[in-house]
């Protein structure tokens, strides 16, 4: 039977409507309307891809059923991070990112979309709470892309090309900066000491053709800047600019880098109040203070309020949309377009959910369980912590004493269902935790590393010496 | 008896909700709470003592956040009514966002994604627990690599500009593994392509050259291959352009950008009129990109988050963002970028809600389906634009008498000069019916534009409604200008004064921003 094709998704597939439809507009079939397509780029017949899933129940019982094949964190017990992180997400910020009209619209003007307008330029100022910085962007794609830009910005404002990179950088990221910014900057790798910055071998660098001063805190291992002012002071010296990349989730507790010299701070907002999505959920906030030379240099759009012809009333509207690449094409400064709005909308609700109070006790729980970690992780004998700088939520062990390696170590543990951490390094290995892990959580893991210790260090003992064995043991 | 069932007005009667929702922060109410967080056990506090005390100097934050103070349900009540505030495509027959095709987003994918199956997953997790999500990737980048033509897919970008990002950035390395990066200095682009085309070039470091349409609206062979010399890296076009033209020369703007050693990267944001019909590899292409929040029915989220899909040929697939995932047997595994991949462009393996979306949308379709997106989308679209030129005052300048793909740039130019109504007055107005409708990307080429793309989504009840909205506003300029002039008048807020948002001196991007400058506002 050859049922003429009428999809759910299509109404205008129904054949009357269709036939009417041409007719109306004098076309002979949709043939006509292809007329400027030449004959020789027609693909000519039907893409080659697999049945369709037509009835709905079919279609969603084969999504589910390969979704079904996952595992995920809440079925393991994870200490996986590296710019992924499993934080509490409230049910009500899945309540409001759900509504229709949030999820389904897109490029309203101020009036249709007020809802849309306020909700995150409630969200840049949430931030600007959390940061202490007066102008915060619409969300960019991620934090790898926040702080590409920060770092170009800094580039544009001072019309200088070199970076001094004073901390440990997710690879990723890095690779993503390095690729974006290489063109017009210089990255240099001044090594942190003890996890955090070397002070003394960056102020010895810089010098009045210095761009920058890139820092990332938490780093790639979780060490917490401490010294931020000091090195604000020192490119501030040289008319240099202090970029920091960073996670928002401790502001609660510690103090915001604009407090400490910062001129542009930025990263990845999927610790407030996003899922970890297999890494498919970040958006990135780029934060300045209220400076014309700096806000015009952000790309991204920036929403602000304004008056209306109704006094009192409180409109939106872009904050100088001259700035960006809808405007100016090749003359903006990047280029602007779809990013992540809606994860910005998810971290207002968030932000507004937790309060002071809220985002005081996450970073504390964050900062005790991360020592408390630290401490149970580094008591295991030829385990020892790679630096003594404070962490939040991730720090490295070395597993070389214990005779084992991180990779050695992620794979006996999947066995018992433990994500312990992710190598980055033949002995180095990257824990993370959250507020989502419990002592118990830390405790198991803690006891199922001295296992392996003991294991290993059983077999060590039985490798070297084994003659010293006593007869009447052996098998 | 019947039921008292009144004659319907000719046009829908739409009133935004209107809340005189405040800020926020007017809202809080020291010492209330939204949520809790969990608390640090007797055992970790004994272990480690008092954290914040502990921190070294200057480092724990004096004053906390002023962020807002709010019970959980005022903070939702808050957040709905903004909603409510707010026309989503799922509320209104958003036709009149051109060049965003906007269109059904399946309910059903809403309910697939939202497990924890997915939404709980990290993304460096053994890869053999993340089979089902590897899985759907390869399969999405495997039709995607058919769909185009391309032999490879990337799906790590995070929306369309961020894939346009990816393809001159992969362009560049492509030159300069072949020792041609020095030489090669500029990109062309035309008027007509999205603006991230020439934004993305230019942060890339190239000069660019914007190409202007010939007499008919086609782009300009002639200027092409006057612009065209050994500096070219790339030529980065769409087609159909953003007036809904096709080009039909398109092969042969291919074959000259690569008879002078250029690459041909293609924009497919516009590629919902052309899906099953023609593939950028049958135009010679070497890499090109799909919105996957506009082609393949993900919601874009007020602004996304997007997914794009860069595809490339055999000759440019070492150069796509990494880490890949490969099939092996039958199972998927992650492997690292190689040695010329321009390395992450984003974190891990892209906005995967999305790319599920996208992989339950194609599988709801098929090849069939998909011809019926694209066939249905330019019928509508042909449909629409003999509704609208209907209208007095309306035109739809170049190739005029053709058809059109996908969309279309009207002008308003006649009734502008007959009524001085503009374009964007008509469009705040449309808001008034329920509709929303955008003019054009900037300079504006076409007098007074507009931009209207129906997609295959809207039915023809919708589409008429929609021309008949448009006919009405048209027929108020000339009738009853003011009307149109100050509209809004049935939104949230009235016509706002965008004075404000350009002065440093007076803008305010976020509330603290706001108590300073206007402290007697605040009450301060």
């Known amino acids: ?475 | 008896m019947s039921l008292p069932i009144a004659p319907k007005p000719a046009h829908r009667r739409f009133h935004q909700a209107r809340w005189d929702e405040p800020v926020i922060f007017e809202l809080s109410t020291p010492g209330e709470r939204g949520v809790l967080v969990t608390s640090i056990e007797p055992g970790v506090r004994d272990a480690v003592g008092d954290v914040v005390a502990a921190l070294p100097d200057g480092l724990a934050r004096q004053a906390a956040p002023a962020l807002p103070e709010m019970g959980q349900m005022r903070v939702l009540k808050h957040y709905l009514r903004l909603s409510q505030e707010n026309l989503g495509a799922d509320f209104n027959v958003d036709v009149g966002q051109g060049t965003c095709t906007m269109k059904y987003a399946p309910k059903v994918n809403e309910r697939l994604i939202a497990t924890p199956k997915l939404s709980a997953m990290h993304p460096l997790q053994d890869p053999a627990d993340a089979q089902g999500a590897l899985e759907i990737i390869w399969r999405t980048e495997r039709m995607l690599a058919e769909i185009s033509g391309m032999d490879e897919v990337s799906l790590h970008t995070q929306g369309g500009s961020a894939a346009i990002w990816a393809n001159i950035a992969m362009i560049r390395a492509y030159h300069e593994a072949n020792g041609d990066g020095e030489q090669r200095r500029e990109v062309i682009t035309t008027i007509f392509s999205h603006p991230s085309n020439a934004a993305a070039a230019k942060a890339a470091g190239y000069d660019v050259i914007t190409l202007h349409p010939d007499a008919d609206g086609y782009p300009d062979l002639a200027a092409l291959k006057r612009a065209l010399s050994p500096r070219t890296a790339a030529i980065m076009v769409t087609n159909p352009e953003d007036t809904g033209i096709y080009n039909p020369a398109i092969r042969e703007w291919v074959d000259a950008a690569h008879a002078v050693g250029a690459l041909a990267s293609y924009d497919q944001a516009n590629a919902n009129g052309i899906l099953g019909i023609t593939r950028a590899r049958d135009a010679g292409f070497d890499v090109c990109h799909f919105n996957v929040h506009k082609t393949f029915g993900t919601p874009h989220g007020s602004g996304g988050p997007g997914t794009g899909a860069n595809a490339v040929s055999a000759a440019l697939a070492p150069f796509l963002p990494g880490p890949r995932v490969v099939r092996e047997g039958d199972r998927y595994e992650v492997r690292e970028a190689g040695p010329q991949s321009i390395g992450a462009i984003g974190p891990f393996h892209g906005v995967v809600p999305n790319i599920v979306r996208a992989y339950a949308w194609m599988m709801a379709l098929g090849a069939e389906g998909l011809r019926a997106v694209a066939e249905t989308a330019v019928l509508n679209n042909n449909y629409l634009m003999k509704r609208i030129l209907e209208i007095p005052g309306a035109s739809a300048p170049y190739a005029t008498g053709r058809r059109r793909i996908e969309q279309v740039r009207y002008s308003w130019q006649e009734l502008f000069e007959e009524t001085g109504i503009t374009s964007e007055e008509i469009g705040i107005r449309a808001s008034d019916f329920g509709m929303h409708y955008w003019t054009s990307h900037h300079p504006y080429v076409v007098p007074q534009p507009f931009t209207l793309e129906p997609t295959e989504s809207y039915s023809k009840a919708e589409l008429d409604e929609y021309a008949d909205v448009l006919a009405e506003i048209a027929r108020e300029a000339r009738e009853t200008p003011e009307v149109v002039r100050t509209a809004p008048h049935h939104q949230t807020v009235h016509h706002t004064h965008h004075d404000d948002l350009d002065d440093p001196e007076r803008w305010a991007v976020t509330w603290r921003a706001y108590r300073r400058k206007y402290p007697q506002a605040v009450g301060a």
């Open chain 1, 1 to 475: 039977m050859n049922r003429p094709f009428v999809h759910p998704y299509i109404p205008n597939t129904a054949p009357d409507v269709r036939a009417e439809m041409l007719d109306t507009v004098g076309a002979a079939s949709v043939e006509d309307f292809y007329a400027d397509v030449p004959a020789d780029l027609r693909l000519g017949r039907d893409l080659d891809l697999p049945e369709p899933l037509v009835a709905e129940q079919d279609l969603a019982r084969h999504v589910s059923g390969l979704l079904a094949r996952n595992v995920p964190t809440t079925e393991r017990l994870s200490f996986l991070g590296q710019g992924t992180y499993h934080h509490h997400v409230p049910a009500v910020v899945d309540e409001v990112i759900g509504r229709s009209e949030f999820l389904t619209a897109y490029a309203g003007e101020p009036y249709e979309d007020h809802g849309r307008f306020q909700a995150l330029w409630q969200y840049q100022s949430l931030m600007g709470e959390l940061l202490s910085m007066d102008v915060v962007n619409v969300p960019t794609y991620d934090g790898f892309q926040a702080t590409a830009t920060g770092l170009a910005m800094a580039g544009r404002i001072t019309g200088r090309r070199r970076v001094l990179v004073a901390s440990d950088v997710l690879p990723a990221k890095l690779s993503k900066v390095r690729d974006y910014v290489r063109v017009h900057l210089d990255l240099e790798f001044v090594d942190p000491v003890e996890g955090t910055a070397d002070v003394a071998a960056i102020v010895a660098r810089l010098g009045d053709d210095v761009a920058a001063i890139w820092v990332e805190t938490p780093s790639r291992t979780g060490a917490v800047e401490h010294r931020l002012q000091a090195l604000a002071d020192a490119a501030h010296a040289v008319g240099a600019i202090l970029v920091v990349g960073t996670d928002p989730v401790g502001y609660g507790v510690l103090t915001p880098p604009a407090e400490q010299g910062a001129d542009i701070v930025c990263g990845d907002i999927q610790s407030l109040g996003l899922h970890q999505w297999y890494g498919g959920a970040h958006g990135g906030f780029i934060a300045v203070h209220d400076d014309p030379r700096f806000v015009m240099e952000m790309p991204s759009r920036l929403f602000g309020l304004a008056t209306t012809d109704v006094p009192g009333e409180v409109g939106f509207g872009d904050v100088a949309y001259d700035r960006t690449s809808f405007a100016h094409r090749e003359e903006g400064k990047e280029w602007v377009g779809t990013a992540a709005a809606l994860w910005g909308i998810a971290a207002g609700v968030h932000l507004a959910l937790m309060g002071p109070q809220g985002m005081r006790e996450l970073g504390e729980v964050l900062l005790a369980r991360t020592a408390y970690a630290q401490r149970a992780l580094g008591a295991i004998p030829g385990i020892r912590l790679t630096d003594r700088a404070v962490h939040l939520r991730e720090f490295a062990i070395d597993v070389a004493g214990a005779g084992l390696t991180a990779s050695g170590i992620v794979t006996a543990l999947r066995a018992e269902g433990i994500e312990p951490g992710v190598p980055a390094g033949e002995h180095e290995l990257v824990v993370c935790v959250t507020e989502t892990t419990s002592q118990a959580d830390i405790d198991r893991l803690a006891a199922a590393v001295t296992g392996l210790v003991a294991a290993s260090a059983a077999e060590a003992a039985s490798t070297l010496d084994p003659i010293a064995e006593p007869e009447e043991h052996r098998a």
